[in-house]
């Protein structure tokens, strides 16, 4: 078996005909597909393959769509000789990083993701947020900049420390038009308001972390077989205790997810590695972090085509 790190994406990865490819060929990745709309009792699957967009892009839909696509691959790649040594997921992702680590089972997941899903879309009916993206600025200013601005405009906080040049911000919706206005002022390259249905990561979203906490302590949470390095700390995690409270702090806390990917990096997962999978739909997490790690080889693993050539090339990456 060949172990290697693997990341997860989170929102914003869906995309119409997501993992149908998957379904398509006979083997684990296409039997839990076929078990998906029975668990959450919908037919999610018609969303993923048919939209349209708008509708697979709703919170509610997205979350336990992307989850879905990312246990499929990881279990086609189970079947291709390939495990993880360490997981990590970006906000949603980290539940698709807990089923690949062992620690949640994948029906259970989904049943959490849908719920947490639920609950993040109601939470900005309730209370009104937004988020953008922020290019340029180091994250400790963008920080420094969203405090000042809070004290005068409403809530405003670095939500996602996503790479050393791109971070976002989350809060109330005046709150982060001004933050982005000051940011700009400061030397951001770009602000760019991100299509989001509520203030995730924010202190807005405290309501839904505590009627979150309910639909966790339903379910089993395991230690992990493989650490898993949590958004909320960035540190690699090995017991149950520790998953589940990442988990009921992520929803208000900050993605750490550059100082996550640092950690993985530098060995966190017994030692540096040479390469590290992407497993889901797109290549969002490679994409910011190629740049800051060129010795590294991010690979793609969300396609059947992606996925028939990934042994091939991890052995050339390992070798």
Not at 110 to 136: I, N, W
Request: net charge neutral.
């Amino acid at each position: 078996m060949l172990r290697v790190p693997m990341i997860f994406p989170g929102q914003a990865s869906q995309v119409v005909g997501m993992a149908r490819d998957l379904a398509e060929r006979p083997g684990r990745g296409a039997e839990f597909l076929g078990s998906v709309d029975q668990v959450l009792g919908y037919e999610l699957t018609a969303v993923m393959w048919e939209g349209p967009l708008e509708r697979l892009t709703e919170t509610r839909h997205a979350q336990p769509a992307i989850l879905a696509h990312s246990v499929a691959a990881t279990l086609a790649l189970q079947e291709r000789g390939v495990a993880p040594s360490i997981v990590a997921g970006h906000s949603l992702g980290e539940y698709s990083a807990a089923v690949a680590a062992g620690a949640l089972a994948a029906a259970d997941a989904l049943r959490l993701v849908r719920r947490r899903g639920e609950l993040m879309f109601m939470a900005g009916r309730e209370r009104p947020g937004s988020m953008a993206a922020v290019m340029g600025l180091p994250a400790e200013r963008v920080a420094a900049i969203c405090t000042e601005v809070s004290r005068a405009s409403g809530v405003v906080v670095l939500a996602n420390h996503n790479s050393l040049t791109q971070v976002v911000i989350s809060g109330e919706v005046t709150a982060v038009a001004e933050a982005g206005e000051v940011l700009k002022e400061a030397g951001a390259r770009k602000v760019v308001p991100l299509q989001v249905s509520g203030a995730f990561h924010s202190p807005l979203l405290a309501a839904a972390g505590r009627r979150f906490a309910a639909a966790l302590d339903s379910v089993e949470i395991r230690d992990p077989q493989v650490p898993l390095v949590a958004n909320v700390s960035a540190r690699a995690q090995t017991t149950a205790a520790a998953l589940r409270e990442g988990f009921a702090r992520q929803l208000t806390a900050p993605v750490l997810w550059h100082e996550s990917l640092e950690a993985i990096v530098a060995g966190a997962g017994g030692g540096e590695p040479r390469a590290i999978l992407e497993v889901g739909p797109g290549r969002v997490l490679a994409g910011l972090a190629r740049r800051e790690y060129p010795e590294v080889s991010f690979l793609a693993a969300g396609t059947l085509e992606e996925l028939d050539k990934v042994v091939d090339s991890l052995r050339a990456a390992l070798t």
